[in-house]
DNA sequence: GCATAATGTCAAATATATATTCCATTGACA
DNA sequence: TGTCAATGGAATATATATTTGACATTATGC
């Protein structure tokens, strides 16, 4: 991940997650994974993989978009 | 990767990258990444890191959802 | 106050995305 | 025909996403 594109992400996980009233736990159950990668996810502390993000936004009813953009500072 | 939620995904960052004149290894140099994980995320062999595809989707001039959707089959 | 749920965090292990190198195949083109 | 660019594919190595398990902290309800 060189190269002039070094990007940062921002995320709107929690905020779609207590939408819908779910914790880190619940969430990273439906979902299938750990509840450490929820929270650091949404710490943004690592870079999930797409079919993750994919699958977080078919449960908690949001886009790609709506859910992950790119951080508009430097 | 358990659970209920088992998704394949479907792209069309083949077709975005001819409709830009790019070649594998353009694209992929661009992009900060080796020909070939290109070459295998177009043939749908593995599940890019939501950067890897933010940093596409920006080279391409695509949105995360025309570059990447849930397979609809089974 | 105490219990318990929810979250943060850390270290070590595992799975997998990505790199690297190399060889094979195909298609364009001189 | 022969060369070269573009792609497909495999093997091994490295980086990192994710797991597991444990402990600390911060709510929040009783």
Redesign the interface.
């Known amino acids: 991940?060189?190269?002039?594109?070094d990007?940062k992400?921002d995320n709107s996980l929690k905020l779609a997650r207590v939408e819908k009233s779910l914790t880190q736990s619940g969430l990273a159950?439906?979902?299938?994974?750990t509840r450490q990668t929820i929270g650091l996810i949404e710490a943004g502390k690592y870079?999930?993989?797409?079919?993750?993000?994919?699958?977080l936004g078919?449960?908690l009813d949001k886009?790609?978009?709506e859910l992950?953009r790119?951080k508009e500072d430097e």
């Open positions: 991940m060189t190269g002039m594109h990007i992400i159950e439906l979902a299938g994974v870079n999930p993989t797409l079919k993750l993000c994919l699958i078919l449960i886009s790609l978009e992950f790119i």
